[in-house]
């Protein structure tokens, strides 16, 4: 009978523990929130920023400071979406951005990223255009690049 007692209470522990490390492990969503400014650089191409905004739920936007035509921002906000699991972030959003030196995409870009801090984050990203590329085993052309990200304090 004390051995099983011994193991009900052994088990309880562990469910209790493991409860509450899954909540304080998975529930950073108020690390996210707020507006961060992100410096990010294509392949073979110059720095460009942008203000990504975190709201609730997994909504956001971004705010494209200098990819517009002659490196002007681009007028309103673009629609983004993030997620975070444990200490790793991922938001995406559908952007227009030049390519080299003469042209300019819409596509996919996606930030991946792991938190430095509660007021950075840095990482790799992906930008996935939507013109289909027929030399590409995926059909589409995709270039990477890096970033960092710095809470912005109001």
């Not at 009900?8 to 209790?16: N, P, Y």
């Amino acid at each position: 009978m004390r051995v099983f007692l011994g193991s009900l209470l052994l088990l309880s522990i562990i469910s209790i523990h493991a409860v509450a490390s899954h909540v304080t492990s998975t529930d950073h969503s108020a690390t996210v929130l707020g507006r961060w400014r992100v410096k990010f650089t294509l392949l073979g191409g110059t720095e460009k920023n942008l203000v990504f905004e975190a709201r609730p739920k997994g909504a956001g936007s971004f705010v494209l400071l200098d990819t517009g035509p002659d490196d002007k921002p681009v007028p309103g906000e673009q629609t983004a979406a993030w997620s975070l699991t444990t200490n790793n972030l991922s938001v995406s959003s559908e952007v227009e951005l030049p390519i080299g030196t003469c042209c300019r995409e819409t596509g996919t870009l996606i930030l991946k990223a792991k938190f430095n801090s509660g007021d950075s984050f840095a990482g790799k990203l992906v930008f996935v255009t939507n013109i289909e590329e027929d030399e590409s085993p995926y059909k589409y052309h995709s270039t990477v690049g890096t970033f960092t990200a710095t809470r912005v304090r109001d």
